[in-house]
């Protein structure tokens, strides 16, 4: 039992890294392979606040989370509406934002690297042990739990109880038929990336409050946003919080009974797996 309450606890935060490169992916059709420098970053900036600042990293998501969305925004009609404008497809549109991320990622990690160095981060926030059904847990991880629960439940009120969220899901359908409702899909497109951008690094914020980190750490957290996205569909905010819960508990699974260096060899498994057997994610239909 306190295997699975460790995984699902480590599974929430997952999600909103998931939740972050759904909305990117799913509404504005890029696959931002430097994701995970934008978690990263979070974490940095949450360290410098609570280090030198003394600024709860709770607080800190009020500033993290909307300097995120803007800084997401300028990517977003700076280097990747070009992109946009002159793809002539969607598959072309997927080619192009891969490769310019990937450049990005390498810049965001540089200035990173430049700024910080190569070391490994964490500070002592909630460092104390609280009990759930017999177990013993670090306090911070069950707050970082229940805020990216919090955040998770705004998103899916947003998308599903708003009439802008209901244009970004319309966007994320079929942009040539949200056209035809007076939905401007440019700007929605932007509004869903620089959401995106926000959400994963309010993820890394709460990551940094348990987690060791540095500077080369953004990819992995890329890929594992990826697999999430894969299993749980694309645009399918639903299943990329089930999945993300999954993966969490998998990690946690063995890591504790088999081998910690074996987690990431877990996590592609399941993803091949999911490839082969539910390709359309866990909520999505096969074609007809």
């Not at 306190?2 to 696959?31: D, E, F, H, K, N």
């Not at 420098?37 to 280090?51: D, G, I, Q, R, S």
């Not at 759930?132 to 919090?150: K, P, T």
């Not at 509004?191 to 750490?217: E, H, P, R, V």
Request: charged fraction near 10%; include cysteine; glycine fraction near 10%.
């Amino acid at each position: 039992m306190q295997i699975i309450l460790t995984g699902v606890l480590l599974g929430g935060t997952y999600a909103l890294i998931a939740l972050g490169l759904t909305l990117q992916y799913g509404v504005s059709r890029i696959m931002n392979l430097a994701n995970g420098e934008t978690l990263v970053a979070a974490c940095f900036v949450t360290f410098w606040l609570y280090t030198g600042f003394q600024v709860n990293p709770l607080f800190g998501l009020l500033i993290i989370g909307p300097a995120a969305f803007v800084i997401n925004w300028l990517v977003y009609w700076w280097l990747l509406q070009p992109l946009v404008n002159r793809a002539k497809h969607r598959g072309q549109l997927e080619v192009d934002s891969i490769l310019a991320t990937f450049g990005l990622l390498f810049l965001f990690q540089g200035l990173m690297l430049l700024s910080f160095g190569g070391s490994y981060f964490n500070y002592q926030f909630l460092a104390t042990p609280f009990t759930i059904l017999g177990g013993s847990f670090g306090l911070n991880r069950i707050v970082a739990f229940l805020a990216a629960a919090l955040i998770a439940s705004a998103l899916y009120v947003f998308l599903y109880h708003t009439d802008r969220g209901t244009a970004v899901r319309a966007v994320a359908v079929d942009p040539r038929s949200a056209r035809l409702v007076a939905i401007d899909v440019r700007r929605t497109a932007a509004f869903a990336f620089a959401l995106g951008g926000a959400i994963t690094a309010c993820a890394g914020t709460l990551l940094s409050t348990f987690y060791t980190f540095n500077t080369s750490m953004g990819v992995l957290f890329t890929m594992k946003a990826l697999i999430i996205v894969i299993m749980g569909g694309v645009g399918d905010v639903r299943g990329a919080v089930i999945a993300a819960l999954v993966l969490g508990v998998t990690e946690t699974l063995v890591a504790s009974l088999i081998d910690p260096g074996l987690t990431l060899a877990a996590n592609y498994t399941l993803f091949i797996l999911v490839l082969l057997f539910r390709p359309q994610g866990i909520f999505g239909r096969r074609p007809a």
